[in-house]
């Protein structure tokens, strides 16, 4: 396991921007930038043992910040959406800003994916990683409390990549802290030949501005049905209500556990062009999957333009808009408790 810190750039203030690249005894590689703690490359093997970029990233610190795709990026305060911007809690309206329409998403215009962490590469005996801190002063966009934040990427030898998140707040506030890369397991072209599989069987349906309805749906007889493996544009263009809201796949899926709290596998993804397999274990009672519906060709890098279904994303979360939702887990972080949260992504191949 080796670790190399390079550095990446300078922000506008002075701020410098550090990379530093894993590299386990398999030849597996991420980079990762301090700035939002983006993932910005993957490098793994196919079945044939040749490595290519399985994420979607830019060329620069300036295109990162530039763009709202949210590419490789952690997200917070909140991932995902918050209706009209605004949630009640402890007898006080607490107002957001609305960046995706008339809703907040992924923590408003300034989340987490644009500030420069703290950024320490560490080295154990089988792994190697870095830690991010970052603090998210009271009133930032718009949230009550100090929140202390801690994101941990782990690269061990067996091609496992964990993201630990911790978070510490000194007055109640909601946090749903995740992970925003893109997969495109063949590293180029569209990802609608390759296969999902979801450990799933309800989802949260959406209404206009892909707000949940509150309701938990079954995923049978739905084109929302990912419980056996499938590619994923099998059904992406059939004529359905919930694929019409967010042309195409952008939806929380209710993920299968059977004891709450523990790491349960969430999603696998296979290229049958490469042989290569994603799967994405976490703790969270959600996972959402997005088809890359809204990329239009206006981004690029490696090579590549990021052009619609370039990639897909799985980000495990809690529940979009459970602060206004009293029937989804609730997302409150009070002070005196530590919020924990953990995604394993584990990179692997089919017999060739």
């Known amino acids: 396991m080796t670790y190399t810190k390079t550095g990446y750039g300078q922000l506008p203030d002075g701020q410098s921007v550090d990379q530093v690249r894993l590299r386990n005894a398999q030849g597996l590689e991420v980079d990762i930038i301090s700035f939002g703690g983006i993932i910005t490359r993957i490098s793994t093997p196919d079945s044939k043992g040749q490595h290519r970029n399985i994420v979607l990233g830019l060329d620069s610190l300036d295109a990162y910040r530039a763009e709202d795709a949210y590419l490789g990026a952690l997200i917070g305060r909140y991932g995902n959406r918050i209706a009209n911007g605004c949630f009640h809690l402890d007898g006080q309206d607490y107002a957001l800003p609305c960046n995706d329409g008339p809703n907040h998403l992924h923590g408003g215009n300034e989340g987490i994916n644009l500030r420069n962490w703290d950024m320490q590469p560490f080295q154990g005996e089988q792994s190697s990683g870095v830690e991010l801190h970052l603090t998210s002063p009271d009133g930032d966009q718009g949230y009550p409390g100090n929140l202390e934040v801690l994101a941990r990427y782990e690269l061990f030898d067996d091609n496992r990549l964990e993201l630990r998140f911790q978070a510490a707040t000194d007055k ?181």
């Open 172 to 352: 109640a506030t909601p946090v749903s802290l995740t992970q925003h890369s893109y997969f495109n397991l063949a590293g180029e072209g569209n990802i609608l030949d390759q296969q999902l599989q979801l450990f799933a069987d309800h989802f949260t349906p959406a209404r206009q501005g892909l707000i949940p309805t509150g309701e938990l749906r079954p995923v049978a007889g739905t084109a929302l049905d990912f419980r056996s493996a499938k590619t994923i544009g099998r059904d992406i263009d059939q004529d359905d209500e919930q694929l019409a809201l967010g042309k195409g796949f952008d939806h929380n899926f209710v993920v299968n556990q059977q004891n709450p709290g523990d790491l349960h596998l969430a999603a696998r993804a296979t290229d049958p062009s490469s042989g290569r397999v994603l799967e994405v274990w976490s703790d969270a009672p959600g996972i959402q999957f997005y088809s890359g519906n809204f990329l239009d060709g206006s981004l690029q890098g490696d090579g590549k333009v990021h052009h619609r279904h370039s990639g897909f994303c799985l980000e495990p979360q809690q529940f979009p808009d459970a602060p206004n939702q009293s029937n989804f887990p609730s997302t409150i972080l009070a002070p005196g408790e530590q919020y924990q949260a953990r995604i394993a992504y584990r990179f692997t191949t089919v017999p060739d």
